[in-house]
């Protein structure tokens, strides 16, 4: 089992930044993959980045792509989500999740509560 604790959410105005955090503990592998989803109200989860605790590269859904930058910290079981140049439509609820594979659809096998983001006009 993996467990994944997020937090960082808040609210915050157009072109503003936050940065999420998000930690695992439990059975955490350097071979798993790390990725982080958001999903807005009446729409589906989304893919947002993904990265693996063994390094390699860092994949963006191309909407992100610029704006967002996903880091890890390996000994901090840890990875983060630099979130800069926010716009209304960042407004989610955004989740870590973790799994033997680096995807970017929703098939993780361990998912976080979710953190909320609100980005204001």
């Known amino acids: 089992q993996v467990q994944l604790v997020e937090s960082g959410g808040g609210l915050v105005q157009a072109g503003g930044s936050l940065r999420l955090s998000c930690t695992a503990s439990?059975?955490?592998?350097?071979?798993?993959?790390m990725g982080w989803f958001r999903q807005a109200p009446g729409k589906e989860r989304e893919f947002v980045a993904a990265?693996?605790?063994?390094?390699?590269?860092?994949y963006y859904a191309d909407s992100m792509k610029g704006r967002f930058t996903m880091l890890r910290d390996n000994a901090k079981n840890t990875v983060y989500l630099q979130m800069n140049s926010l716009k209304p439509e960042d407004t989610a609820v955004y989740y870590c999740?973790?799994?033997?594979?680096?995807?970017?659809?929703?098939?993780?096998?361990?998912w976080g509560q979710g953190t909320q983001v609100t980005v204001s006009s």
């Open positions: 999740a973790s799994g033997e594979l680096l995807r970017t659809d929703a098939q993780y096998e361990y």
């Open positions: 439990g059975r955490t592998f350097i071979s798993y993959a």
């Open positions: 990265i693996r605790w063994s390094g390699g590269t860092t």
